[in-house]
């Protein structure tokens, strides 16, 4: 089924009942303020928590590889920002180390046939100004962080098909150690895969969000025929059900 800005959720019933109870607890908690963040652990399920810890693991796993990191499909930023947080955990003084979040910010942009029925143009949007919000936040994490002077995210706001040529012209040193794909849509997601390929390097990581999901088709497809799928060894963790990643070997 379809909720708010037209998230598909698989939960039955039930479950989205108790997690609107769990909505409600948090909207109305009694915990003051200046412990509210360190409390914030109260309010995880084990889905939520299930994608904070298969990142968790992706990165001490490109903590070792040089470059920086892509999201494409950022949305809300709750990846770039978990992202963010894990930097300042791992590699504090790692400068070079940019977490840069690419969305439109309005929803998806160039769905075609190869797509499915399931969403529409413009599907999945977002409040508008939303990407200044995110800012605001990234930007409070990074100060809480060392080295905070250097400002080490980027978000670029618009169709990813014209903005990353355009980042990579800007940023011909850049080497991607981490691509994340939740782009859902096939076009975007064929135009990333094929433009990152020289940015990449042995032991980069790509990370997939909806492979093998009948629910958005065009991201499979998009791999498929960027690259040579039987020389990937597609993996995943026992924590979550669709994310995927390789290393390109």
């Known amino acids: 089924m379809k909720t708010g800005y037209d998230i598909t959720v698989h939960s039955s019933e039930g479950e989205r009942i108790t997690e ?13 303020d200046e412990e509210i963040l360190a409390n914030l652990g109260l309010y995880l399920t084990s889905k939520s928590l299930s994608r904070l810890l298969f990142f968790y693991e992706i990165y001490k796993k490109v903590s070792k590889i040089h470059g920086v990191i892509m999201e494409f499909g950022a949305r809300w930023g709750q990846t770039t920002s978990l992202l963010s947080v894990l930097r300042g955990i791992f590699e504090p003084f790692n400068r070079t180390r940019k ?5 439109t910010f309005c929803g998806h942009k160039g769905m075609g046939e190869k797509d499915g029925d399931i969403s529409g143009e413009g599907a999945y949007s977002l409040p508008a100004d939303y990407d200044k ?10 100060d809480l962080n060392p080295i905070s002077h ?9 169709d990813l098909v014209a903005t990353l040529p355009r980042y990579f012209e800007k940023h011909p040193e850049t080497i991607i150690s981490l691509a994340i794909f939740d782009l859902d849509i096939y076009k975007p997601t064929k135009e990333a895969l094929a433009a990152i390929q020289p940015y990449l390097c042995k032991g980069s990581i790509l990370v997939f969000d909806d492979l093998c999901d009948e629910a958005f088709p065009g991201e499979t497809v998009a791999l498929r025929e960027v690259l040579a799928m039987p020389q990937l060894r597609l ?12 290393e390109v070997e």
């Open 133 to 142: 919000y995110l800012a605001e936040l990234l930007q409070a994490q990074e």
């Open 99 to 103: 977490v840069i979040g690419f969305d």
């Open 235 to 246: 993996q995943r963790m026992p924590m979550t059900a669709r994310l995927a990643y390789f």
């Open 20 to 32: 609107q109870k769990l909505v409600g607890l948090l909207k109305n908690s009694p915990i003051p």
């Open 150 to 158: 250097i400002r080490k995210f980027e978000l670029v706001k618009g």
